[in-house]
């Protein structure tokens, strides 16, 4: 029987997102909608430890975040509009709270996803966009979006204060845009879609390597903006991508919980169904032939996910694609994954000259994956010294506690193969 803790934090993590849209839309007011639930969070640790866990956890919480809100709002003295706006808002019941809609003569019906297009303001700069709305909406800390982003966490702090004064000072109401400007929001959008997948795919804190709920949130808002604009390959490319990514969820987790290397996937585990929807999404995506980033990606996962075997895999067309994507999207990190395909398709010493460049090493000390990509490689190459300092690296940047067991099984496997280390 799991804790009123736990409950607690499962709560938070699975409806997080879906409470806060909802307080924001009735309210209008992103920092208040914020403190009247962490305080509501608060008050059920100690109603739930006193009286039990109610059947609906989300409508409880719903409910005292709203009695929260009025009272910070009577006490505050704030503008009469946003109190008659909050007293009048009726809380949904258990049943209507589940598929709760809204429908203003808008496409988007769905409160996540508005919450996600009217934080992805032009007024903000497309960084502030995203972060807002992955800590909003999302429901990461501070210090997980700072991870997202390569940057340090005061510096994100920083630019989430900035954010939300300027929504402030701005006047930027909480409202959706029309429909004949969604397409200017959607860069951003698609972008809080996928770090929020990558967040729940490779989970850069806790206990558990993959946080299913995000993955499953991430796809969830993918279906819906692939329904609500079917014509834009981007947004296909992004769910494509994420469908084949998902689809090999069951084998990256060892029985113990440790992170198993795609090379040693049983495949037999993968979800064929997934497989050949995300391929199916992808197809419909490229026939538009207008490329981009997620199409790119997705077509990189599509040959991933069609390999029968670990040989079979087509690494010279994955790194070809990379090359591809380094034109569409450069980035230091999108040179990280070229080289290991590179390494994969033509030897490890050939991406490891490629990840040791200035550009990409230099500008990714920060970032694990680097670390533990070097370490691969130079173990491949029998460099056991540099490979226990690379895998040392990455075990002091990681907060993920099953990330950690398997880098340090890594560097036994090291010094146990030849490192003059001990």
Known sequence: MISVQESVEQVFRREHGRIIASLIRACGDFDL????????FVQ????????GVPDNP???????????????????????????????????????????EHSNGSALHDDRLRLIFTCCHPALNLDAQVALTLRTLGGLSTAEIARAFLVPEPTM???????????????????????????????????????????????????ALIRRD????????????????????????????????DARRGARISAAGAPVLLADQDRVNWD???????????????????????????????????????EQTDWPQIAALYSVLTTISPSPVVELNRAAAVAMAYGAEYGLALIDRPTVAGALDQYRWLHTTRGELLRRLARWDEATAAYTRALALSGNTAEQAFVTQQLAAIRAGGSTEP
């Open 272 to 310: 064929q169904a997934a497989i050949s929807e995300g391929c199916a999404v992808v197809e419909r995506a490229l026939s538009m032939r207008r490329p981009g980033a997620y199409q790119v990606q997705a077509a990189i996962a599509a040959l991933h996910a069609q390999a029968a075997t670990p």
């Open 33 to 40: 909608a914020e403190d009247a639930l962490q305080d509501a």
């Open 157 to 207: 702090a920083q630019r989430l204060v900035r954010a939300k004064h300027k929504i402030r000072t701005a006047g930027i109401p909480y409202q959706a845009p029309p429909d004949g400007q969604l397409a200017e929001r959607l860069t951003a959008v698609l972008a809080v879609v996928y770090l929020i997948f990558n967040e729940g795919y490779a989970a850069s804190a806790g206990d």
């Open 58 to 100: 989300a409508a409880w919480l719903m409910t005292a975040a709203r009695a929260r809100a009025l009272d910070r709002m009577r006490r505050a003295k704030v503008r009469a509009e946003k109190y008659a706006l909050l007293s009048a808002w009726v809380v949904p019941d258990e049943g209507a709270f589940a598929m709760q």
């Open 214 to 245: 995000l993955c499953a949130e991430a796809i969830r808002l993918g279906r819906l903006l692939a329904a609500l604009m079917p014509e834009q390959p981007e947004v296909l490319g992004l769910l494509g991508l994420l469908l084949l990514h």
């Open 44 to 51: 059920a640790l100690g109603s739930w430890a006193e009286r």
